[in-house]
């Protein structure tokens, strides 16, 4: 990760050692990455990294309830990739099988990334859409999105859905005004 050459240039010269002995340790690297992300929440015209995946990594590992590892760079990535498109919700035609309709059939985990990112992000939207053109209702969406990742063999991700929706969600609801 990026961020981990930039902590150099957030503590002083001196201090640059004691920085990478910490960084070494897995546990202090976990807590400094989670300080960062508390003070990006609460500074939003700080930046730290070089990259916005950087920061939102640092920001989605302040989540408060236990998940692995490498679940905050997968949810990271999943928000990066889906904010440089146009068609990100997810439509019930995404879930028919491929021999029913060869022109539209997504890749399980793109399809859970899709569930993912519509419930965490436009999940209004998702919800008009059942109210006014009979959509299936948004937890239709959530149930796939779990049966997606848990195919794909991405269990941590599936165990921990709802949780990382919610919190992106309340995190980043500004992105939804």
């Known amino acids: ?102 022109e539209r059939v997504v890749r399980r985990q793109e399809l859970g990334e899709r569930c993912f990112i519509g419930l965490s992000l436009f999940y209004d939207k998702l919800q008009r859409r059942y109210e006014r053109q009979s959509a299936p209702h948004p937890e239709f969406y959530r149930e796939v999105g779990i049966s997606a990742f848990r195919r794909e063999g991405l269990p941590e991700i599936a165990d921990n859905f709802k949780n990382w929706e919610t919190f992106v969600r309340e995190t980043f609801a500004w992105m939804n005004e």
């Open 1 to 102: 990760m990026e961020i981990e050459n930039e902590l150099g240039n957030i503590f002083p010269e001196k201090n640059a050692e004691t920085v990478r002995s910490l960084m070494a340790d897995e546990g202090s690297k976990r807590l400094m990455i989670r300080e960062i992300g508390r003070r990006l929440l609460d500074s939003p015209s700080i930046t730290y990294g070089q990259s916005n995946f950087d920061q939102m990594i640092c920001i989605l590992s302040t989540a408060k309830f236990d998940y692995g590892d490498d679940e905050p760079v997968m949810v990271g990535r999943m928000i990066v990739d889906y904010s440089r498109r146009r068609d990100v919700l997810p439509y019930v035609i995404d879930h028919i099988p491929k021999s029913e309709n060869k």
